[in-house]
């Protein structure tokens, strides 16, 4: 599947997630360049956030660190797929663990559109 390109697109959570510390009020901006995808995220319990991977059609494969509202710093990885939405905008149905402690999941994260 060949998804339209993630540079400069906004995302943000659909639910809380269980066992993480992303919520609906974090936000994740993604930048692309060929198969290299990176980005930065924040808001909610996450005070800063990075992310550095690849994409290989519509899954993308990435490491994640996050600095938290309580200064504590962890990171993990992450496995997602992208989606077409019917109104155009991409979903990312993602399946992640945490690799500074215990923990996995799966969450979603849908493109943010502003309103003009």
């Known amino acids: 599947m060949t998804v339209p390109s993630l540079d400069g697109r906004r ?6 997630v269980a066992g993480g510390e992303v919520g609906t009020e974090t936000i994740f901006t993604y930048h692309q360049d060929a198969n290299e995808i990176w980005g930065t995220y924040a808001g909610g319990s996450v005070r800063r ?4 991977g690849t994409l290989d059609g519509d899954r993308i494969d990435f490491r994640y660190t996050q600095l938290n509202l309580a200064g504590e710093t962890s990171c993990g990885h992450c496995v997602s797929r992208i989606t077409v939405l019917a109104d155009g905008r991409l979903r990312l149905d993602e399946s992640w663990e945490w690799e500074s402690r215990p923990g996995s999941g799966s969450s979603a994260v849908e493109e943010v559109v502003d309103a003009t």
């Open 11 to 16: 995302f943000r959570a659909v639910a809380d």
């Open 49 to 52: 956030g990075f992310l550095v």
